[in-house]
Each structure stands twice: as C-alpha cells, then as structure tokens.
C-alpha cells in the first residue's frame, strides 16, 4: 500500500507541504524556528498561558470552522489539511493593525507585551463568534490567557470594545472563506499518511476504519487526538510518543446524537463539539464544562482522550460514571461496551487490549425524578486540574430515595464509585441527617493521597462536603414536598 509522507496545510496564505515529520514536532517549534513567525510566543510549554495562540481552521461537516489552540502542545502533523492563522496575519495589506491589535492598544491592554499576541489571537476568536461580547464572555474566552503584569481590566475593556474599530463580515477569514474553503478542499486525502523518521513515526490515518487497521499494524502506537495530554510528555518528560496515530482530524469519530433517551458522542468530540448538546440534555454540566481547562484545551481536547488517558484527575470520568455511561471499544471491526466504571482498573491501567480504542460514549439522559450534579474543587478556579472532582445522581420517589450513583475523582488511583455512601441513602427519606451519614460513609471506600494540589484530610472533608451541598442546592419544591410526605 502507497502513503503519502508529506503534511499539507495552509500558513497563513501560503500552501505548505513539509516531508518528513517527526510525531514529536511541535507546530510552535515549526512557526518560530522554521518559518521564523516569533509572534507566537512560549510561555510554559503545557498549554496554560495561551502565549502560543494561533487559530487553526478545519472542514467539518458544517463547514470551515476556527479554534483558537495552544501551538506549544499542538503537533505539527495534526494540522495536516487545516488552516493555521498567527498574529502575523492580522493586520492589513496596507500595513493597518487589525481591529483587535487597534483595541488593545487604546484601551492599554498590553503591559510588558509577552503574552498580547495571544491575547490577541483569542479575542479575534471571540470578536468572529461574538463581535459584541459581554464581559462574562470575554471572561471565559481568555481563561486560557494569563497576564503575568495582572492587566486584566484593560484588556476586557479592549475586548467589549473591538466592534468599534471594525466588524468581522470585512475580515479577511470572512471575505476568504469560500476560498480558503476550496483550498483546504484541495488538500484532503484518501491516503494514509505515513511521515518521519522510524522511532518517531507519525501515521494519519484516512477514515476510522483505516484507524482500526493502523491500530492493528502498530498496537503499541501513541494515539493523539487533542495532544492536551501527550504534548506535555514530550514538552515536559521529553517522551518518545512514536510511532503515534493523530486522528484530530477525523470528523466521523465526533459526531453527536440523540438516540432512545441515550446521547451519543464519539470518542473525538472536543469539550467545545459537546457544549451545546451538554446544554440541552444534561444542563447541569454546562457550568462544570466551563472549568475544565481554558478555550483553547477545550478547542482541542476529547472526552474520549480524557476517558482513555485513564487519569485518576481526569474532569469527565466522575461526572459520566454518575450518569452511567458506557463506552464503546473497538479492535479491528469487533466491538464491545463496557460500563465506564468497569474500564478503569487501577491507577495508569484500564481495560483496553492492545490495538483497542475508545470509540463512542453512551450517557443515558435522566429521567424526571432525578436529581444531578457536578462539582469540581481545584487551586485556581479556572483553568485548573481538579483535586477533587464529583459526580452525583439521586432518584428521589414519594419522598424517598430509591437510587444513587456517586462517584469521585481525585480520591483513589481510579475515578471511582462510592458504594458505601449509595448504600447509606438507599430507601432513604430525603433529610439532611441522611446526607450526613452517607458523607460519612465516604471514609469506608476513599483513603485518599496527599499532594500538592491538596491533602488527603482536605480531599476527604471536600469530598463529604460536597454530598451536604448537594441536599442543601436541590430545589427548595423538591424538599418541600419530600417534607410534606414525611411530616
């Protein structure tokens, strides 16, 4: 079988073709010490500062869409047939500062001036999607932005401010998009890509069928899907990931669908692909959604990656195995489905053979005596990973308590149910006294570690206190009219 080995994307204006690469080449490297674009700046090197901003456009089925990323912690080869904007692109033909520069500048929003570039390159996203954005809005677009000279004031009055110097129908990715369209167009392919050198390979496949054959041809392969995990063991641990399998670019693994009170997502859907479903189906993640990471990791990570990665701090397995999703797992063309608590066997372990991936996930959408939540303790309210996180779903009938599914992560070296706490609201009546003794209860299955992000003692009463404030945020009806049957 014949592969191409060449990455084929747009820079700018300008059609790349780049033999040769290595799994490990990160596209920030390719823009600043190959094509000498120094714009896009490194800040950390992990995708937390939003210094590396740049925008990347995709086709997906509903058209040329644009993401701001962190280029530190996104590969080069998964850009194959995309769109990469930088800050070099911004501005006029006749030299003229794009909108949002113009903005930033009389509403001094750059101080020492290392992080504007992806200030910039965010708040273009933003001022595209939203040319008047409030400041809740301009607030969640730059959660992935840090200012290290605490400029924050100015730089959301810029923001709010942009439409005044001009409107995103006369931008140029708006002007250009029919034909930027049929570029990319151009460069989609029906082949396997194969490229670099043996010991850090990187294989593109064609389709999910063909994902299926290269995971059977390399068992071993790294797959890289957002890459908001894998960048970092090659930017921080240094990590040899080949060979590794990108599939970012494969628009039949994120499609999502509502199915027999079941929601559908597949595996490649980043936290963005999922925010509106999320919203209609299971409105009590929209919050939680909001505080996994920045814009940009969302623009680029998945909830299957999230689940595969296997992490006993991952954001979506506690709040998913609260409302019994399944998974699908695939291996050639043979699949099975696994309750997502089953998949996780211990800590960096999960029942998934060599050449299998994660392919769907199956959540069910609760039924109307349920009550939900999600809740998420970390260091830094935004842009943060969870110390502890939780998932809770309690079924409340003529008053009392007929099921429960409670699971946590951040307590043990898997995301995990707790059984004991279930147990103790099982037939329960609906009373704080209740909800008392099943945070208890978390003592009989948790015996949490301590670490810099938090104590074991700290985790344990977040963790118990969060059961409280779960019986203490339910609606004021619901418990009034638990008391009513009671009384």
Known sequence: MTHRTDIRFILNGTEMSVPDVAASQTLLDYLRLNRRLTGTKEGCAEGD???????????????????????????????????????????????????????????????????????????????????????????????????????????????????????????????????????????????????GPEDDLSVIPSSVDDLADCLLAYPDATIVAGATDVGLWVTKFMRNIGPAIFTAHLNALKTIDHQDATLLIGAGASYTDCQDALSTHLPHLSRYWDRIAGWQVRNMGTVGGNIANGSPIGDTPPVLIAL????????????????????????????????????????????????????????????????????????????????????????????????????????????????????????????????????AEYRMLSAQNLLRRFFLEQDVATTAAVQLETA
């Not at 030299?95 to 200030?119: E, K, N, W």
């Not at 996203?125 to 200012?147: D, F, I, K, R, S």
């Not at 946590?408 to 704080?432: C, D, H, I, N, Y």
């Open 324 to 455: 019994g999703a399944e998974i699908v797992l695939r291996r050639g063309n043979a699949r099975r489905t696994l309750a997502l608590e089953k998949f996780f066997v211990d800590y960096g372990k999960q029942d998934r053979a060599p050449g299998e991936f994660v392919e769907t996930i199956r959540i069910p959408i609760p039924g109307p005596n349920t009550l939900n939540a999600a809740y998420k303790i970390s260091k830094r309210r935004d842009e943060d990973i969870s110390s502890v996180a939780a998932g809770i779903q309690v079924t409340v009938e003529d008053g009392r308590i007929t099921q429960s599914r409670i699971a946590f992560g951040g307590m043990a070296a898997t995301p995990k149910r707790s059984a004991a706490a279930e147990t103790a609201l099982q037939g329960q009546v609906w009373s704080a006294d209740v909800f008392d003794a099943a945070a208890k209860a978390l003592a009989q299955d948790f015996a949490p570690l301590s670490d810099w992000r938090a104590s």
């Open 49 to 195: 500062c939003g210094a590396c901003t740049v925008l990347v456009g995709r086709l997906t089925d509903t058209g040329l869409v644009y993401a701001p990323v962190n280029a530190c912690i996104r590969f080069l080869a998964s850009v194959d047939g995309c769109h990469v904007v930088t800050v070099e692109h911004l501005s006029g033909a006749d030299g003229r500062l794009h909108p949002v520069q113009q903005a930033m500048i009389d509403h001094h929003g750059s101080q020492c001036g290392f992080c504007t570039p992806g200030f910039v390159m965010s708040l273009y996203a933003l001022w595209m999607q939203t040319p008047e954005p409030t400041e809740a809005q301009v607030e969640t677009a730059v959660q992935g932005n840090l200012c290290r000279c605490t400029g924050y004031e100015p730089i959301i009055r810029a923001a709010v401010a942009v439409s005044r110097y001009g409107t995103p129908a006369s931008d140029h990715l708006t002007t250009e998009r029919e034909t930027m369209t049929a570029r990319l167009q151009g460069l989609q392919s029906e082949e396997r890509l194969v490229s």
